[in-house]
């Protein structure tokens, strides 16, 4: 079957850095979103990665290794609207897009 | 960029009514559009693809004749929940491919919370 793995919840501080894991198993692999998504709010694009290595964009980061089936979103500078759930979503060999369970994050002042 | 619109926002209703729910793209014309669904703490769940002037494709396991999808046009889809029952109250949510190539992502209408009494 086709899973995508990521934490649960998380908690950081307010002006740290923190990093949200996703593991992926699917059906092949045509690209990995990461989307932000506030409570009782729909989901906003955050980044798009479909080669090997980082993408950076302002504070968000996103990293992708194909081999390890594996990717990373950083945050960094966190402020407290960053509080927000986010999901990691797989593109399978049949363009369709496989989500993750998203990860909580927690931001205490 | 693109602009969802999605509405209801908040819906309740009593068990055995219907409820509509209408998706617009306000910048550009799509000629498919997403329909999701989220129970609280649970990933999103892919319903069914709304395919303009056809037939709309459903996803393993979610009924068509509960789930009626129309794409009428290619700035509208609606999603009408029929006989809806305590089960089907969830979070609702459209979206809209945007962009060309690989990299086209996906943006979302605001959602639908429906609430069967």
């Known amino acids: 079957g086709q899973n995508i793995d990521q934490p649960t919840e998380m908690t950081a501080t307010e002006g740290a850095i923190v990093q949200i894991n996703c593991t992926y198993q699917?059906?092949?692999?045509?690209?990995l979103f990461w989307y932000q998504q506030h409570a009782g709010e729909a989901p906003t694009f955050l980044s798009y990665?479909?080669l090997d290595g980082l993408e950076e964009k302002g504070r968000f980061s996103s990293f992708l290794s194909r081999s390890k089936g594996y990717s990373y979103l950083l945050l960094k500078e966190l402020q407290m609207k960053d509080s927000a759930s986010y999901l990691c979503a797989v593109r399978d060999s049949n363009y369709q897009l496989i989500w993750g369970a998203g990860t909580k994050l927690i931001i205490k002042p | 960029g693109a602009v969802v619109s999605q509405h209801p926002s908040r819906v309740i209703c009593k068990s055995g009514t219907s409820v509509k729910i209408e998706c617009r793209s306000l910048d550009f014309q799509a000629t498919t559009m997403f329909w999701y669904r989220q129970f609280p703490k649970q990933s999103l769940m892919l319903m069914a693809t709304s395919n303009e002037g056809s037939k709309a494709t459903y996803e393993q396991g979610v009924e068509k004749d509960k789930f009626l999808i129309n794409h009428a046009s290619l700035t509208l889809s609606t999603l009408t929940v029929t006989s809806a029952h305590p089960e089907d109250s969830s979070f609702y949510i459209c979206s809209v491919p945007w962009g060309s190539g690989d990299a086209g992502e996906l943006f979302f209408g605001e959602g639908s919370r429906l609430t069967v009494l």
């Open positions: 990665n479909v």
């Open positions: 699917t059906s092949g692999f045509n690209g």
